[in-house]
């Protein structure tokens, strides 16, 4: 799952869903995210995910939103590809196609696309929360939430340190390459890191004796800058999230979470053009990848 | 063969000395410099991930622990990057940040160039017995990665998806984790001496010396691999 990040930063607005406490927010991610490996039904995993899609239209986030939903789709061809040949499921397999020497499996697909609409419905609802929330006001919320405060100021330095970082990459390289040094393969690795992270120590020897100077880890009562209030909606917002993870959870019990795997059946000609075009897609990014390594 | 730094100390004199401060500082930049890793790969243009190399300094030059902390943090800064679908590996992260800690800290892995070499190979092959299970059965074996076309092959000579998976996998994972050990050692010879005076530590070695031998080792296990398949298909 690794490779280039994309930077995902809040997008301004004053919807509904930005003005939300980042707690009641973070309630309903952390329910699609049990709910979403509660089950394996595509059909109900595709309806959470529609419902995502709204909450990105009410934050009037699709720009910024959909250049990041990008990642998904390398790992959407592949595991569509591997699924349908030789699905994560118990055997015995139901062929329902053929295409050339492969056999595509009515559980393949079917696993297929529960796997890839898990993925989606869950990185949907934490997409709407993390561009519709400032950061700071996620770390306070979380310190009321007496989440330890050193825990929160490492992951909100994280953040704030990686475009600085990013920054001084693009220096470090452009130096490395005004004195004709080699900027890409395997030989580049060494001029590249090494200078960025001594630069990066420098800068922990700094921070380090700031935050010494401004008592760093005493006890007593620390105020923040930015204020998070709590207000009626966001009490109602918060608990129907509770409360829609335990009616989903208490119908998966009563219904085998909802398996449909032996009585929804999908049409060949449907699972042809669906692996068909998971293939097309797949060897056009194997064949970039390939080239791009060739080019290095 | 380079000498050792200086031997002896127990660690946890060592970790009593760096103030909080510093740790409280030197963590996110780590798990920063783990996230831009990737970036870095991406503009070098290679098949690898060195996603871990923060990891693998904190948890040598302050302790396993601190270097798990770094992975959790790494996965946890994804998510606001690049959405949730990285949380899950932050195990990996812990797992390798384990390994290296232990294996320099006490075991005495770092003490010579080969015990070095063995103990990322150890370190590659604990994240992938880790990562395979997460590729597998959260993402139906997909990895979005170059891997992903050795992992087809494997498919398609007939291998079912776990061994397949884990086939790539270690691949991929010998020469990321060989490579990014070996740049580990070189910033934490770039660090301050109080930090590293009292490591059990190897000087680094030539990376071009560290690419071939990991370009040697990873030939070497997939020729192994696709033997060993081809055998199992011929018998």
Same mark, same amino acid.
């Given at each position: 799952?690794?490779?280039?990040?994309?930077?995902?930063?809040?997008?301004?607005?004053?919807?509904?869903?930005?003005?939300?406490?980042?707690?009641?927010?973070?309630?309903?991610?952390?329910?699609?995210?049990?709910?979403?490996?509660?089950?394996?039904?595509?059909?109900?995993?595709?309806?959470?995910?529609?419902?995502?899609?709204?909450?990105?239209?009410?934050?009037?986030?699709?720009?910024?939103?959909?250049?990041?939903?990008?990642?998904?789709?390398?790992?959407?061809?592949?595991?569509?590809?591997?699924?349908?040949?030789?699905?994560?499921?118990?055997?015995?397999?139901? @062929?329902?196609?053929?295409?050339?020497?492969?056999?595509?499996?009515?559980?393949?697909?079917?696993?297929?696309?529960?796997?890839?609409?898990?993925?989606?419905?869950?990185?949907?609802?934490?997409?709407?929360?993390?561009?519709?929330?400032?950061?700071?006001?996620?770390?306070?919320?979380?310190?009321?939430?007496?989440? @330890?405060?050193?825990?929160?100021?490492?992951?909100?330095?994280?953040?704030?340190?990686?475009?600085?970082?990013?920054?001084?990459?693009?220096?470090?390289?452009?130096?490395?390459?005004?004195?004709?040094?080699?900027?890409?393969?395997?030989?580049?690795?060494?001029?590249?890191?090494? @200078?960025?992270?001594?630069?990066?120590?420098?800068?922990?020897?700094?921070?380090?004796?700031?935050?010494?100077?401004?008592?760093?880890?005493?006890?007593?009562?620390?105020?923040?800058?930015?204020?998070?209030?709590?207000?009626?909606?966001?009490?109602?917002?918060?608990?129907?999230?509770?409360?829609?993870?335990?009616?989903?959870?208490?119908?998966?019990?009563?219904?085998?979470?909802?398996?449909?795997?032996?009585?929804?059946?999908?049409?060949?000609?449907?699972?042809?053009?669906?692996?068909?075009?998971?293939?097309?897609?797949?060897?056009?990014?194997?064949?970039?990848?390939?080239?791009?390594?060739?080019?290095? | 063969?380079?000498?050792?730094?200086?031997?002896?100390?127990?660690?946890?004199?060592?970790?009593?000395?760096?103030?909080?401060?510093?740790?409280?500082?030197?963590?996110?930049? &780590?798990?920063?410099?783990?996230?831009?890793? +990737?970036?870095?790969?991406?503009?070098?243009?290679?098949?690898?991930?060195?996603?871990?190399?923060?990891?693998?300094?904190?948890?040598?030059?302050?302790?396993? $622990?601190?270097?798990?902390?770094?992975?959790?943090?790494?996965?946890?800064?994804?998510?606001?990057?690049? +959405?949730?679908?990285?949380?899950?590996?932050?195990?990996?992260?812990?797992?390798?940040?384990?390994? $290296?800690?232990? +294996?320099?800290?006490?075991?005495?892995?770092?003490?010579?160039?080969?015990?070095?070499?063995?103990?990322?190979?150890?370190? &590659?092959?604990?994240?992938?017995?880790?990562?395979?299970?997460?590729?597998?059965?959260?993402?139906?074996?997909?990895?979005?990665?170059?891997?992903?076309?050795?992992?087809?092959?494997?498919?398609?000579?007939?291998?079912?998806?776990?061994?397949?998976?884990?086939?790539?996998?270690?691949?991929?994972?010998?020469?990321?984790?060989?490579?990014? +050990?070996?740049?580990?050692?070189?910033?934490?010879?770039?660090?301050?001496?109080?930090?590293? &005076?009292?490591?059990?530590?190897?000087?680094?070695?030539?990376?071009?010396?560290?690419?071939?031998?990991?370009?040697?080792?990873?030939?070497?296990?997939?020729?192994?691999?696709?033997?060993?398949?081809?055998?199992?298909?011929?018998?």
């Amino acid at each position: 799952m690794q490779g280039v990040a994309v930077p995902v930063s809040m997008v301004a607005g004053n919807s509904f869903i930005h003005r939300l406490n980042p707690i009641a927010k973070l309630v309903w991610v952390l329910a699609v995210l049990v709910i979403s490996f509660a089950t394996r039904n595509p059909l109900f995993l595709i309806a959470l995910s529609i419902v995502g899609l709204g909450l990105v239209t009410m934050a009037g986030i699709w720009r910024q939103f959909s250049r990041v939903m990008l990642i998904l789709l390398p790992v959407a061809t592949s595991l569509i590809v591997f699924q349908s040949v030789a699905p994560a499921f118990p055997q015995p397999w139901t @062929p329902i196609a053929t295409i050339g020497p492969f056999t595509i499996y009515q559980e393949g697909i079917y696993s297929g696309l529960s796997l890839l609409a898990r993925a989606t419905s869950m990185t949907i609802f934490a997409l709407v929360m993390i561009m519709t929330t400032h950061p700071s006001d996620l770390f306070t919320s979380l310190s009321r939430l007496h989440v @330890p405060y050193v825990l929160n100021f490492m992951l909100a330095m994280t953040l704030q340190l990686i475009p600085v970082l990013q920054r001084e990459i693009g220096v470090v390289m452009s130096a490395q390459k005004s004195r004709g040094m080699k900027s890409t393969g395997f030989g580049a690795v060494i001029p590249s890191f090494v @200078p960025v992270f001594a630069g990066a120590i420098e800068r922990v020897q700094q921070l380090s004796i700031s935050l010494e100077s401004r008592a760093f880890g005493s006890s007593g009562h620390k105020t923040s800058y930015r204020q998070v209030a709590v207000r009626p909606v966001d009490w109602v917002v918060g608990i129907a999230g509770f409360a829609f993870l335990a009616v989903c959870i208490a119908v998966f019990l009563n219904t085998g979470a909802l398996d449909m795997s032996r009585t929804l059946i999908f049409p060949p000609a449907l699972a042809i053009v669906l692996v068909a075009a998971a293939a097309v897609l797949f060897v056009g990014f194997i064949a970039s990848a390939i080239w791009v390594v060739i080019r290095a | 063969m380079a000498a050792v730094t200086t031997a002896g100390s127990a660690p946890r004199r060592r970790s009593q000395r760096i103030p909080l401060t510093y740790v409280v500082t030197l963590v996110p930049v &780590a798990a920063a410099l783990n996230i831009v890793g +990737g970036y870095i790969v991406g503009l070098l243009h290679l098949p690898i991930f060195l996603d871990m190399i923060g990891t693998a300094v904190v948890a040598i030059v302050l302790g396993p $622990w601190w270097g798990a902390l770094v992975g959790v943090i790494t996965n946890t800064g994804s998510a606001f990057l690049s +959405g949730p679908i990285g949380l899950p590996f932050a195990l990996c992260n812990v797992v390798g940040a384990l390994v $290296w800690g232990y +294996g320099v800290r006490s075991v005495g892995m770092g003490r010579s160039i080969p015990r070095f070499f063995i103990l990322n190979l150890i370190v &590659a092959v604990a994240v992938s017995l880790t990562a395979v299970p997460i590729y597998v059965f959260v993402f139906g074996g997909a990895t979005g990665h170059f891997s992903d076309l050795m992992t087809a092959a494997f498919l398609a000579m007939g291998q079912n998806l776990i061994v397949s998976v884990f086939s790539s996998n270690i691949l991929v994972s010998l020469a990321d984790k060989i490579i990014s +050990g070996f740049v580990a050692l070189a910033i934490i010879e770039a660090l301050p001496e109080n930090l590293t &005076a009292d490591l059990p530590l190897i000087k680094a070695a030539p990376m071009r010396t560290v690419a071939i031998a990991a370009g040697g080792v990873v030939i070497g296990i997939a020729v192994a691999i696709v033997s060993v398949i081809l055998t199992s298909n011929a018998s």
